[in-house]
Each structure stands twice: as structure tokens, then as C-alpha cells.
């Protein structure tokens, strides 16, 4: 069955417009409630956001649609995705929302849901809400069963000391000089706080958000001005986040930016040295080659799912797996989190360098990643992979790579565009073949 409302992370889109608008994230509260409604106790739903101007429209629509079904709301207000989660199960709620698009720029937002155990659901639940939402939810509340809703004023106070929790007892960052880049973000409140707590000089980025400038040249997902604020202040690391501070970008003392793969080896290494390391790492099919073939050479397995975290958090449940993530920074460390943490990750990799008194450059570049280029192409419609020049394309691709390198070609769950990965030992195919296949692509989209 197609979907037509969730993508590979919630329900995604342009504010204000289909699906991101008031009427149907209002039959998406509807049918949620109805979906989550088991048994005869009060019902509860709890609903985070990050920082985007369109936050507050949907917060309200959420709001209506789940009263309407009985359901008292916990409002957070501004609180990371992982925040949401934790809180969803700690506090006992039957469903947890984050209004987010993550990255993407504030024009966009989208909705994530948490089922009771704080977990992303599975795609068989999305598509039984997706049926709600087109056939209709008939019954609703009566008048005196009506929910409430209560804003929850403590919410950053109790994701702050669980995210302490998380860091060992026996060390702390004193003496380290820390540049933190919240995105203008959800964790432009909490995540100084963290960092101070534990003893840290913290040098804060983007914590001014005005509605509009949430990632807007900073953040996880632009870097740069993490990087300069390292090099002018002497910052022993930096650290970004991302809108919704579920993914984590790191940056050494000499300015080399560091990215998920070489986070997650690098923890990784650490825990298994310590025997806390639980079964393979798993990471998507975007992770290097190079973290592959480092894994091995000092004995963890890699197992390796479609892109999306959920997709990650799904292998590492089924095979006991506690170390997991992507390239792009999402680190998902099961022993303390249900999904991807990027303030519960950058924890673990001040640990590290706390551990060993060893300067950020010295442990960042755990292996030498193999070259690789990720190339965008946008399309208008229809599904352009399935059409023959482009099969074609990626046919004459395989064979120029010949098993020297990886290819991986697939439509972004969140935006219309086709996603070309490529790496090689020899760089020079790389452009060769992503070259062709984008120009396959281009001539049917």
C-alpha cells in the first residue's frame, strides 16, 4: 500500500500548505487519537516543537484534534525530538508528537509521532492512521469528556538531568572550552545548560531563534560558522546540532569537521574497549565504506538498513544492538535514548576526550574515509528510477565500478529529489557515473 501523507521521517512539507496545514494535521490529531485510544483510562498526548514560526499553528490544530478525541494534551513548547520521546514514556503518555522538519528551513515543518514506549512507529501503524485520515474518525468525544490541555513549564528541567544521567560520574569537562551551535533551534535552551552543568566553558551559537532562522547558515547541517567560532576562541571542540537536536556534527581544535560515520567509530572503539559495545553497529546504506572495513579491522560487525533513523532503531531492536546511527549525524545510543540524540551523542564523545586527555584531533579521524560524493537531483514527478534510460544508467555504472566502490541511488523521503551516492578507491569514476546517472535522471523527470 502507497503512502500519502507519511515520508521516511513523519509527515513532511511546506508550512502552510498540503499536508503541513491547519485542516489535515487536524485529521491527522483525529485519527492518531483514535488509533492510540486503548482501553478505559485518560488518555494523554504529549506534543514538543522546535522554533519555526508555523509551530504554533500546528501545536493548535494538534491540540483540537486530540481534545476532540478526549485526550488531555501536555504542551513542552521549544524541546528537542529526543526530549519528546523520553518525556512520551516517562511520563505515561499514550502518544508523543514533535512539530519538526528537522533540518530543512524554517518554511517547512512536519509532524513526528512517538507511540506510548517513545519509539517512531512502524509503517504498518502510519498506514492504519493514514486510513483514519481518509475515511474519517466518527466518533468523538462527548461534550463532557472533552481534553484538556496543560502546558508542562519543568519539560526542559527533566530532559536536562536525564541527559546528565548519561554522562559518567567519575569524570567531568572542566577545563575543556566547548563551542555549542544550537541551530536557533529546539535545544537553544537545554543543550548550554547541559554543558555548563557539567563543568564546561561553553561558547553558545545560534541560540536567538526568531521564528525564521532556524538552520539558516548554522547548525549541523552548515557548519561553518561552528568552525570559525572554534579557531577564534581556541575551543578545545565544537559541537552542532540540528533544528530538532536529534543529529550531531562535531569539530576538532584545528577545525576538521567531524561526521557521523567517524562519531560512531569513534564511540564505537570506546565502548568496545570497555565491553559495553552490544552486538554489530548498525548504520545505513549512506555510512562510508571506510567505517566498514575500520569496524572489521578491530572485530565489530556493521549492519547496514535504509536511510532514516527509524529504519536504524528498528535493526538494532531486533538484533540487541545498542550503537547505531548515520553519516549525516544522527548517533542512536539505545542504552539511553529510543531514537537519535545528538546532545546524549556529543556526551559520549566529550567522554572520550575527557578519558583520555588527548587533544579532539588526535581521536577524530578514526579511519580514512574511502571518496564519496553525494549529487542532488530534483524532479517534478512520476517515479524516475523505474524508468529504462535511468536503469540503464545505473546498469553502466555498476559495471564501470566494477566491485571497486559503492553506488546507491534512491528518492529523498522528504523532499522531490533523487539522492546519488557514489564512492570508489579511485576517485576519478566517482564523477564519471554520478554524471550519467543524474543526466538519465534529468532526461525523464
Not at 486503548?38 to 514538543?48: K, L, P, S, T, Y
Not at 507511540?115 to 461534550?143: C, Q, Y
Not at 588526535?362 to 580514512?368: D, K, P, Q, Y
Not at 555498476?398 to 533523487?418: H, K, M
Amino acid at each position: 500500500m502507497s503512502r500519502r501523507y507519511f515520508g521516511t521521517d513523519g509527515v513532511r512539507g511546506t508550512a502552510n500548505r498540503a499536508p503541513i496545514e491547519v485542516d489535515t494535521v487536524l485529521r491527522l490529531a483525529l485519527a492518531a487519537g483514535a488509533h492510540f485510544q486503548r482501553g478505559g483510562h485518560r488518555h494523554r498526548v504529549a506534543i514538543g516543537k522546535d522554533t519555526r514560526l508555523s509551530g504554533y499553528m500546528l501545536e493548535s490544530a494538534l491540540t483540537a484534534g486530540f481534545s476532540a478525541m478526549g485526550m488531555d494534551v501536555m504542551l513542552f513548547g521549544p524541546l528537542p525530538t529526543p526530549a519528546v520521546a523520553m518525556l512520551t514514556r516517562s511520563m505515561r503518555a499514550d502518544v508523543g508528537v514533535m512539530i519538526s522538519a528537522s533540518h530543512n528551513p524554517y518554511l517547512d515543518n512536519g509532524i513526528k509521532l512517538f507511540g506510548p514506549d517513545g519509539f517512531k512507529l512502524s509503517d504498518d501503524t502510519e498506514l492504519e492512521i493514514e486510513r483514519l485520515m481518509d475515511n474519517g474518525v466518527a466518533e468523538r468525544a462527548a461534550p463532557e469528556k472533552i481534553g484538556r490541555a496543560t502546558r508542562i513549564d519543568d519539560a526542559p528541567g527533566r530532559y536536562i538531568e536525564a541527559v546528565k544521567r548519561t554522562f559518567p560520574e567519575d569524570i567531568s569537562l572542566e577545563g575543556l572550552k566547548v563551542v555549542v551551535d544550537c541551530a536557533n533551534g529546539a535545544a537553544y535552551k537545554v543543550a548550554p545548560v547541559v554543558l555548563r552543568e557539567l563543568g564546561a566553558t561553553v561558547i553558545p551559537l545560534a541560540v536567538a531563534p526568531n521564528g525564521k532562522n532556524i538552520n539558516e547558515q548554522c547548525g549541523a547541517t552548515a557548519p561553518t560558522a561552528m568552525r570559525e567560532a572554534v579557531l577564534a576562541h581556541g575551543a578545545d571542540i565544537g559541537l552542532a546540532l540540528d533544528g530538532d537536536a536529534d543529529r550531531l556534527i562535531v569539530c576538532d581544535e584545528l577545525g576538521h569537521i567531524v561526521d557521523g560515520d567517524q562519531i560512531m567509530a569513534l564511540v564505537a572503539e570506546s565502548w568496545a574497549s570497555a565491553g559495553a559495545l552490544n552486538g554489530a553497529v548498525v548504520a545505513t546504506v549512506m555510512s562510508n565504506l571506510g567505517l566498514e572495513r575500520y569496524l572489521s579491522e578491530i572485530g565489530i560487525g556493521l549492519t547496514r538498513t535504509k536511510v532514516g533513523d527509524r529504519y536504524v532503531v528498528d535493526e538494532m531492536r531486533s538484533s540487541g544492538s545498542n550503537l547505531g546511527g548515520e553519516q549525516s549525524g544522527h548517533i542512536v545510543l539505545s542504552d539511553f535514548a529510543t531514537t537519535g540524540d545528538g546532545l546524549i551523542a556529543a556526551l559520549q564523545v566529550l567522554a572520550v576526550r575527557a578519558r583520555k586527555r588527548t587533544a579532539m584531533s588526535r581521536l577524530s579521524r578514526v579511519f580514512v574515509p574511502v571518496p564519496q560524493k553525494l549529487h542532488n537531483v530534483r524532479f517534478s514527478g512520476g517515479r524516475p528510477l523505474e524508468e529504462a534510460p535511468v536503469l540503464a544508467a545505473i546498469e553502466k555504472a555498476e559495471a564501470v565500478l566494477n566491485g571497486s566502490g559503492r553506488l546507491v541511488i534512491r528518492p529523498s523521503g522528504t523532499e522531490p529529489l533523487i539522492r546519488i551516492m557514489a564512492e570508489a578507491d579511485d576517485p576519478s569514476l566517482i564523477d564519471q557515473v554520478i554524471a550519467d546517472i543524474a543526466r538519465a535522471v534529468e532526461s525523464v523527470a
